[in-house]
């Protein structure tokens, strides 16, 4: 099993930045439902104002290779097409549990 944690930074006043990561936070919870190799989604806005980061999401999958279908699949695309002209920045760790 493979554990997928991204983390987003948006650019923009702080209520863009808040609607953009709320607007792409309901776009990926619906995911599990669109895409078979997803085995689930938990997304968190960021509440600390003392730190950078807007949007944390950690996905399961079964494999790596399984990672890359939910990243290609046009329903997760459609997702990231919300934040295109807002993000700043992305970091990504994917582990085996």
């Given at each position: ?18 609607d953009v ?8 919870i619906q ?5 078979p190799q ?9 509440i600390?104002?003392?730190e ?6 950690t ?18 695309q459609?997702?990231v097409?919300?934040i295109a002209?807002?993000k700043?920045?992305r ?7």
């Amino acid at each position: 099993m493979v554990k997928h944690v991204v983390m987003f930074k948006f650019k923009g006043t702080e209520e863009e930045r808040k609607d953009v990561a709320t607007r792409f936070m309901e776009a990926l919870i619906q995911l599990p439902c669109e895409i078979p190799q997803l085995k689930s989604i938990e997304v968190g806005l960021n509440i600390n104002p003392a730190e950078k980061w807007d949007l944390v999401l950690t996905a399961t999958a079964e494999t790596l290779e399984d990672v890359a279908i939910y990243s290609a699949h046009p329903a997760h695309q459609a997702a990231v097409a919300i934040i295109a002209k807002y993000k700043e920045d992305r970091a990504c760790v994917d582990y085996e549990i």
